[in-house]
């Protein structure tokens, strides 16, 4: 069978290559049209190299089109990557280091609070831009398969108002999966779970072992194994607060709720620095750093190393190519999907974009019915989607007043920040973020006059209560392996070192 999948963004190669190598795995894949497209020429050109090294090793008769010019390798394709980030690192860097001016200090800051709020500002903009591309030049009734962050809010954008069919896509998720499995002393395989709520804050509402519930023992047996007590504090208060396990990370759960990262004071109490996701100031920021400088310098030695094997036994784990398998061959797969609500989960909002388990064959994607969340999953859940709405509304309308909104709503923001430091913080972010905000030019006039003219609220310079220092090139050299596997990897904490 032949069709096209294009991907948006390929200059990621974390997610670009396992991507493609999972997809080709795929036998009946293997005569498919390939196309990459980045607004970077050089990482594009990395990527592609490297990419074809990969299928002319594995005797594929398949060439990369690869190509500046998004319309071109949109044009006829079925299914869409979209694995952006608007506004690269430079943008990313002002989504954490400028909040920490005003007290709030981010592990990611790619979903929600202060630097998810604006990179869906950025993400939202541009995703409007693609969507009305693939609109005009892509298969009809294509399907995007967005992994770009903030996960929820660009689905709901794409779905709302940019006439794509789309479907959001995370690793979270397995990740927990495996967690679950490992604290119970069982293989990932033998654990039956059912995981409902919004991307990053979804929960395992149900886990079974050979038909035992496991569920109500699952506070015991977190706070029993020896390298979890230390490193997932935050998710087992709220477990032990809320009665279920979240999805996400220590140093993700802990910047999208009011209780844990408030007061520096008390940071300490609920992170570990052994590896960056467990709540490190910026650590996701400092680990991308990392992984683009070295891929930047380090590629030709990449070319020497063995190419991806594409079979079933090195296929990773993304959602994606095993999506595009079920709808085109029609086998079965079972996932976890964001999609929109619709009455899936029933006391969420409709219009919100929910991560659930779906079924995927010729039929197309299939979302059973789960019913309720628990009330107090429900509630957390809630107010994340109060923050994804206004800030959707806010970036499709240009409306600064609703981004405003958004981050007085925004549990972390609001816990630290009183209104007038938050109306200032919002300025000094749309000033700093101007060239990737077009939605916002009067409102950016504005805010660069308040900011000039204005007596304004006294910051500090604040790097954090956790935070370590990105490595340099040569110390990245020390441990070869490590930096590699970090520039390569999609989930950047697939591996977490053992306590």
Same mark, same amino acid.
């Given at each position: 069978?032949?069709?096209?999948?294009?991907?948006?963004?390929?200059?990621?190669?974390g997610f670009t290559r396992g991507l493609l190598r999972d997809l080709l795995s795929?036998? !009946? $894949?293997?005569?498919?049209?390939?196309?990459?497209?980045?607004?970077? +020429?050089? /990482?594009?050109?990395?990527?592609?190299?490297?990419? =074809?090294?990969?299928?002319?090793?594995?005797?594929?008769?398949?060439?990369?089109?690869?190509?500046?010019?998004?319309?071109?390798?949109?044009?006829?394709?079925?299914?869409? $990557?979209?694995?952006?980030? @608007?506004?690269?690192?430079?943008?990313?860097?002002?989504?954490?280091?400028?909040?920490?001016?005003?007290?709030?200090?981010?592990?990611?800051?790619? *979903?929600?609070?202060?630097?998810?709020?604006?990179?869906? =500002?950025?993400?939202?903009? !541009?995703?409007?831009? @693609?969507?009305?591309?693939?609109?005009?030049?892509?298969?009809?009734?294509?399907?995007?398969?967005?992994?770009? /962050? #903030?996960?929820?809010?660009?689905?709901?954008?794409?779905?709302?108002?940019?006439?794509?069919?789309?479907?959001?896509?995370?690793? %979270?998720?397995?990740?927990?999966?495996?967690?679950?499995?490992?604290?119970?002393?069982?293989?990932?395989?033998?654990?039956?779970?059912?995981?409902?709520?919004?991307?990053?804050?979804?929960?395992? @509402?149900?886990?079974?072992?050979?038909?035992? &519930?496991?569920?109500?023992?699952?506070?015991?047996? $977190?706070?029993?194994?020896?390298?979890?007590?230390?490193?997932?504090?935050?998710?087992?208060?709220?477990?032990?607060?809320?009665?279920?396990?979240?999805?996400?990370?220590?140093?993700?759960?802990?910047?999208?709720?009011?209780?844990?990262?408030?007061? #520096? +004071?008390?940071?300490?109490?609920?992170?570990?620095?052994?590896?960056?996701?467990?709540? +490190?100031?910026?650590?996701?920021?400092?680990?991308?750093?990392e992984g683009r400088t070295w891929f930047e310098t380090d590629f030709p030695n990449?070319?020497?190393?063995?190419?991806?094997?594409?079979?079933?036994?090195?296929?990773?784990?993304?959602?994606?190519?095993?999506?595009? !398998?079920?709808?085109? *061959?029609?086998?079965?797969?079972?996932?976890? $999907?964001?999609?929109?609500?619709?009455?899936?989960?029933?006391?969420?909002? &409709?219009?919100?974009?929910? +991560?659930?388990?779906?079924?995927?064959d010729r039929n197309g994607i299939n979302m059973p019915r789960v019913g309720e969340?628990?009330? %107090?999953?429900?509630?957390?859940? =809630?107010?994340?989607?109060?923050?994804?709405?206004?800030?959707?509304?806010?970036?499709?309308?240009?409306?600064?007043?609703?981004?405003?909104?958004?981050?007085?709503?925004?549990?972390?923001?609001?816990?630290?920040?009183?209104?007038?430091?938050?109306? =200032?913080?919002?300025?000094?972010?749309?000033?700093?973020?101007?060239?990737?905000?077009?939605?916002?030019?009067?409102?950016?006039?504005?805010?660069?006059?308040?900011?000039?003219?204005? !007596?304004?609220?006294?910051?500090?310079?604040?790097?954090?209560?956790?935070?370590?220092?990105?490595?340099? @090139?040569?110390?990245?050299?020390? /441990?070869?392996?490590?930096?590699?596997? /970090?520039?390569?990897?999609?989930?950047?904490?697939?591996?977490?070192?053992?306590?």
């Amino acid at each position: 069978m032949s069709f096209k999948v294009a991907f948006i963004g390929a200059g990621s190669i974390g997610f670009t290559r396992g991507l493609l190598r999972d997809l080709l795995s795929v036998p !009946e $894949f293997h005569n498919i049209e390939v196309a990459f497209t980045d607004i970077n +020429e050089q /990482n594009l050109d990395m990527v592609t190299e490297l990419c =074809q090294r990969d299928i002319n090793e594995n005797g594929l008769n398949i060439q990369i089109q690869s190509s500046l010019n998004r319309r071109e390798v949109l044009k006829n394709a079925r299914y869409i $990557f979209t694995v952006v980030r @608007i506004g690269g690192l430079e943008a990313f860097s002002t989504d954490i280091e400028i909040p920490l001016k005003y007290g709030i200090d981010q592990c990611v800051g790619d *979903t929600l609070c202060a630097g998810g709020i604006m990179y869906g =500002q950025r993400g939202i903009a !541009e995703m409007m831009n @693609i969507c009305k591309d693939i609109r005009e030049v892509s298969e009809p009734n294509c399907l995007q398969l967005n992994y770009a /962050n #903030p996960m929820a809010m660009l689905t709901w954008a794409c779905n709302k108002y940019g006439g794509v069919r789309t479907v959001g896509l995370c690793h %979270g998720v397995q990740g927990g999966h495996r967690q679950i499995a490992e604290a119970f002393g069982l293989k990932k395989e033998e654990v039956d779970i059912v995981c409902a709520g919004i991307n990053h804050q979804t929960w395992y @509402i149900q886990v079974k072992h050979n038909g035992e &519930d496991l569920t109500g023992r699952m506070l015991e047996a $977190f706070e029993s194994h020896p390298e979890f007590k230390k490193t997932e504090k935050v998710r087992i208060d709220m477990l032990k607060r809320f009665g279920y396990y979240s999805t996400e990370s220590n140093g993700h759960l802990s910047e999208y709720v009011p209780w844990y990262r408030k007061r #520096p +004071e008390e940071v300490h109490d609920w992170i570990d620095l052994g590896t960056w996701i467990n709540g +490190e100031t910026g650590g996701y920021l400092r680990v991308c750093t990392e992984g683009r400088t070295w891929f930047e310098t380090d590629f030709p030695n990449w070319l020497k190393e063995p190419a991806y094997t594409y079979s079933s036994e090195e296929r990773g784990e993304e959602h994606g190519s095993y999506i595009i !398998e079920g709808l085109e *061959t029609g086998r079965i797969y079972r996932g976890h $999907f964001n999609v929109v609500n619709n009455g899936i989960i029933t006391n969420l909002p &409709d219009d919100a974009i929910v +991560e659930a388990p779906g079924y995927v064959d010729r039929n197309g994607i299939n979302m059973p019915r789960v019913g309720e969340l628990p009330l %107090g999953c429900a509630a957390v859940c =809630q107010a994340s989607i109060s923050v994804q709405r206004l800030s959707v509304e806010a970036a499709i309308h240009g409306r600064d007043q609703l981004l405003r909104q958004a981050f007085m709503m925004d549990p972390l923001v609001g816990a630290v920040c009183n209104p007038p430091e938050i109306w =200032q913080l919002v300025d000094e972010m749309l000033v700093a973020q101007e060239k990737w905000l077009p939605q916002y030019v009067e409102a950016i006039e504005l805010a660069k006059v308040r900011m000039s003219s204005e !007596e304004l609220i006294p910051t500090r310079h604040y790097k954090g209560a956790a935070r370590l220092k990105t490595k340099s @090139i040569k110390e990245m050299q020390e /441990n070869r392996n490590e930096a590699m596997k /970090n520039a390569a990897e999609a989930d950047k904490a697939k591996e977490r070192p053992s306590l």
